[in-house]
């Protein structure tokens, strides 16, 4: 049981710029198979990769769990963008099974039991023979938006995305990008008072005091080099005190938000201009209906009159932008130092603050 996918679009950008309230209005429209944090989830090679795979191979990348997010749920630091830990009814459990990669956010976004939908798809893509992980993903894509209803554009949103671009243009050489920014202080302040990025900074510099590219490339040798207080992380559980209290200067996460827009919009300048649009999360405040009508052209599906008013009511902006204003105003100078390189590969002035 497939359905065509007519397009496959790739939303993309640092996150903490509204991608999730966005992931919930595409949800809302009938023609949209809205894959919310997938490749979030999906842990590199051989999913994300040129190689043949075969249905079971394909079957165990989708479902084996991310250990990172299960340390999380486990350690009581759980994403706020994770869904299915919320519902201790349901069958996995972070403390004893894992949660399988497609059922922490994917699935629970699509079906108040994703544990069946698990269920009926498992034979399914088991059944599959050895192809090109691509070839793979497009047949899974047509096989959940037949079980949810015919939808014929996919739509996939993660919110730390950006530097993903270059693999996912290579292997999806159709696939439209759109890019979801936001103002520079704004975002670097919502990143630091959330625990996702304040782990993804910890990690990162876990990277550079080892000197290696990837955690594929971390050793033990290289754990016991690590001071205790970062080291501790990668254990199967850990204080959570040592993410969530742990003072993190601001400036940090200005200048980790100017490295992931630098790096991703150089990616996306390789994207043919066609198949590549932005979107500001300012002007999706401030112009709802008529940004979402622009994205729903973008992505071939229909402005439906009745989605774009629901959506536009979901996108109610109020007390949402201009956060970094209200910061003292040596911090907000420091921040906005350490976001400028991000800002001028935006195109971003001064002036349009």
């Not at 991703?264 to 649009?277: D, F, S, T, W, Y």
Request: hydrophobic content about 40%; aromatic content about 6%; proline content about 7%.
């Amino acid at each position: 049981m497939r359905t065509a996918i007519k397009t496959l679009t790739f939303v993309v950008g640092t996150g903490r710029s509204g991608s999730t309230v966005l992931s919930k209005v595409l949800r809302r429209h009938p023609e949209v198979l809205s894959l919310n944090e997938l490749f979030a989830c999906i842990d590199g090679e051989p999913a994300l990769s040129e190689q043949p795979v075969s249905g079971p191979e394909f079957w165990r990348c989708l479902t084996a769990p991310m250990e990172i997010f299960d340390r999380m749920v486990r350690s009581g630091t759980p994403l706020p963008e994770f869904l299915y830990n919320r519902h201790p009814e349901w069958r996995y459990s972070a403390e004893t099974t894992g949660i399988p990669a497609v059922s922490m956010m994917a699935l629970p976004h699509l079906t108040d039991d994703p544990d069946a939908l698990l269920d009926a798809l498992e034979p399914e893509v088991n059944g599959w023979p050895a192809r090109p992980a691509p070839q793979q993903w497009e047949a899974f894509f047509g096989t959940l938006a037949a079980r949810i209803g015919g939808r014929e554009a996919a739509v996939e949103r993660s919110g730390y995305s950006l530097h993903r671009v270059k693999v996912l243009h290579e292997l999806f050489p159709d696939a439209r990008f759109v890019h979801l920014h936001r103002n520079g202080p704004d975002c670097a302040l919502s990143m630091s008072r959330h625990n996702g990025y304040r782990m993804i900074s910890l990690l990162r510099e876990m990277l550079r005091r080892s000197g290696v590219a990837s955690f594929s490339e971390l050793t033990g040798d290289h754990v016991k080099e690590l001071p205790d207080d970062l080291s501790e992380l990668l254990g199967t559980q850990f204080d959570p005190a040592l993410v969530l209290e742990r003072e993190m200067p601001l400036p940090g996460f200005g200048s980790l938000w100017s490295e992931i827009i630098t790096e991703g919009v150089a990616h996306l300048a390789a994207v043919p201009e066609e198949q590549r649009m932005t979107l500001s999360y300012e002007q999706l405040l401030d112009a709802p209906r008529q940004e979402l009508a622009r994205l729903a052209g973008f992505i071939g599906v229909q402005p439906l009159s009745e989605w774009l008013e629901e959506g536009g009511s979901m996108l109610d902006g109020t007390g949402r932008r201009g956060s970094s204003l209200r910061l003292p105003q040596d911090e907000l100078d420091a921040l906005r130092v350490n976001c400028a390189a991000g800002e001028r590969a935006l195109g971003v002035t001064a002036a349009a603050r």
